[in-house]
């Protein structure tokens, strides 16, 4: 189901944000991400794999699981100012580095967060998925598509970003088939995950922490009840760039009967996520080069 995927993405970026934290710490804020975590120990269980949707003809996408922070979050609400409204744009990534970073890294006080990749090819026990590079001043994302895949930018805290009126960034992309299969249309899943929709900390199914306050109607995160907003983003060959208000992202759900939702930017957990096609098992593996820049918030 589609809920399955977002809440998987969510797990995911979520999961990042102590990891960055600790660079931070240690390095001085370099780019690179580290691993180890801050505050109490606790090691989170593993995620559960995406399942696939049959909305349209691109399978949604899901992830194949991350480890979920059973430690304490700080759901404060933090606030970017108007000089934050470039988020990235690459230009001072330090060569090398495998995430680029925005902002401060001090959960629940600073603004700030990251980029990721899921999953990835450097830490994947196969070496396959999917890899990123900065080097061209740029987010460009190559590799394999052969499981739930994507990529997205966290956030440090929770964050109120409604005084802006959204996103836009530069987007160009291209999927190649692999032996005899056919790759599908090179779109992009984009969500924007809010606390609203975001399924709350009793009801996720590796009792990780979240700050989200949907409680599922049927008790499990995956019933479909607690849904992130969405929209499709297309690529070509020629870089285009896409602007996204809060509310062009629609379909979010939650109990009693709320549908249709967008995302709320007063509350939002994580910034951006783009799922790539995927329908589970069975489905053609594809290679995929996608350059994403200048990723930026819009003026209302």
């Known amino acids: ?13 979520l999961l990042l944000v102590p990891l960055v934290a600790l660079a931070g710490v240690n390095c001085g804020g ?6 180890g975590s801050t505050g109490s120990a606790g090691n989170g269980s593993a995620g559960t794999a995406g399942t696939s949707a ?77 890899s990123n590079s900065f080097d061209g001043m740029n987010w460009h994302i190559t590799g394999l598509v052969k499981d739930y895949s994507g990529f997205g930018i966290y956030l ?4 109120d970003a409604s005084m802006f009126g959204g996103l836009s960034f530069d987007i160009k992309g291209t999927f190649t088939a692999v032996g005899t299969g056919t790759a599908p249309a090179a779109t992009a899943t984009m969500t924007i995950v809010d606390s609203a929709h975001e399924v709350d900390s009793t009801h996720t199914s590796d009792a990780r922490m979240t ?69 589970g098992t069975g489905s053609a593996q594809y290679m995929v080069d996608i350059t994403i820049d200048n990723i930026k918030f819009t003026a209302k």
């Open 156 to 159: 440090t805290s929770k964050t």
């Open 211 to 279: 700050c989200g306050t949907c409680a599922p109607a049927n008790g499990s995160e995956y019933d479909g009840t607690c849904a992130q907003a969405s929209k499709a983003i297309p690529m070509t060959g020629a870089s285009v760039t896409q602007t996204v208000a809060w509310n062009d992202l629609t379909g979010g759900k939650r109990p009693p009967s709320f549908t249709g939702e967008s995302p709320n930017p007063m509350i939002l957990t994580a910034l951006a996520a783009w799922a790539l096609p995927w329908n």
């Open 30 to 35: 370099g780019d690179g991400g580290a691993a």
């Open 1 to 13: 189901m589609f809920v399955k995927t977002v809440s998987t993405i969510a797990r995911f970026s």
């Open 54 to 130: 049959g909305a349209g003809t691109m399978g949604s996408a899901g992830t194949t699981g991350a480890a979920g922070s059973t430690a304490a979050k700080d759901c404060t609400v933090v606030s970017p100012t108007a000089a934050d409204m470039t988020i990235l744009d690459f230009e001072t990534v330090t060569a090398g580095s495998a995430q680029a970073t925005f902002g401060g890294y001090l959960m629940g006080m600073q603004y700030g967060g990251g980029t990721y990749i899921y999953p990835n090819a450097a830490t994947a026990a196969d070496q396959m998925g999917l």
